[in-house]
């Protein structure tokens, strides 16, 4: 739970604040939304390899001009057959570079 997410958080930051902040970001931002909302075929499909360590996660969330105000957000999400197609951009997207896995806000 959220309890152990804190106190390994605070473990890893001890030694590393940037490993703490990535690992936050793949385990708070990018596993807990998936686990939270997704379907379960997205569950299966994502999960067992970002829990192994398989996959690196993240968030893209912040966009130029909006920063994190999700309300502000400009990206969109346009459904095209059984899948979408984003439209716009992120910025600040820690673990961005490494990510095998994204969650990613949009507007539809």
Same mark, same amino acid.
């Given at each position: /739970? !959220? ?13 590393? @604040?940037?490993? &703490?902040?990535? %690992?936050?970001?793949?385990?708070? *931002? ?9 379907? #379960? @075929?997205?569950?299966?499909? !994502?999960? #067992?390899?970002?829990?192994? /360590? ?9 966009? #130029? ?7 502000? *957000? $400009? ?7 059984? $899948? %979408?197609?984003?439209? /716009? ?6 673990? &961005? #570079?490494?990510? /095998?896995?994204?969650?990613? %806000? @949009?507007?539809?």
């Amino acid at each position: /739970g !959220y309890l152990a997410h804190v106190v390994a958080m605070e473990e890893i930051s001890r030694a590393s @604040a940037s490993v &703490g902040l990535s %690992y936050g970001a793949h385990s708070n *931002l990018c596993v807990n939304q998936i686990n939270r909302w997704a379907t #379960p @075929a997205q569950k299966e499909k !994502y999960l #067992p390899a970002l829990c192994s /360590g398989e996959t690196v996660g993240a968030l893209a969330m912040s966009e #130029p001009g909006a920063g994190s105000d999700v309300v502000s *957000l $400009r990206l969109r999400a346009e459904k095209r057959n059984d $899948r %979408y197609v984003l439209n /716009g951009s992120k910025m600040w997207i820690t673990n &961005g #570079p490494d990510a /095998g896995t994204m969650v990613v %806000y @949009a507007k539809t």
